[in-house]
């Protein structure tokens, strides 16, 4: 499955953005789906996974209820609704997704995931 995020965009400190995550190819359903976030000079970190049926989500330990992420089978997307955004939020956020069950912190982990999108800039000033 191919991958396409967009929404990103410079908004101030407690402002709101909604990223989509576009996928094209078939048995998206089928797919677990997960944002991350990373800066120069900085591994990938989870901000939130959802899984194939949105029965399960896992969420990064900053987002302290700030962020919510959602999907829809039926269109091939998924969204992460982010609120309250902080200038620490400053990243380029990248969709994933993989056919594999995740758990836990096993949501975490990069290396499993063998679909990506390319990055959309997010940038948060105070």
């Known amino acids: 499955v191919q991958l396409q995020a967009s929404g990103g965009g410079s908004v101030q400190a407690a402002d709101s953005l909604r990223l989509s995550c576009v996928a094209y190819g078939p048995a998206f359903s089928r797919y677990s789906m997960t944002w991350f976030r990373q800066v120069p000079g900085k591994d990938r970190e989870i901000v939130a996974g959802?899984?194939?049926?949105?029965?399960?989500?896992y969420y990064g330990d900053f987002v302290k209820g700030r962020f919510t992420i959602s999907r829809d089978n039926a269109k091939n997307m998924g969204a992460l609704q982010m609120n309250n955004l902080e200038p620490e939020d400053t990243a380029v956020y990248y969709c994933?997704?993989?056919?594999?069950?995740?758990?836990?912190?096993?949501?975490?982990?990069?290396?499993?995931?063998?679909?990506w999108g390319r990055g959309t800039l997010v940038t948060v000033s105070s």
């Open positions: 959802i899984s194939d049926s949105s029965a399960r989500t």
């Open positions: 994933a997704a993989d056919v594999q069950k995740f758990y836990g912190t096993s949501w975490s982990n990069a290396a499993q995931y063998s679909n």
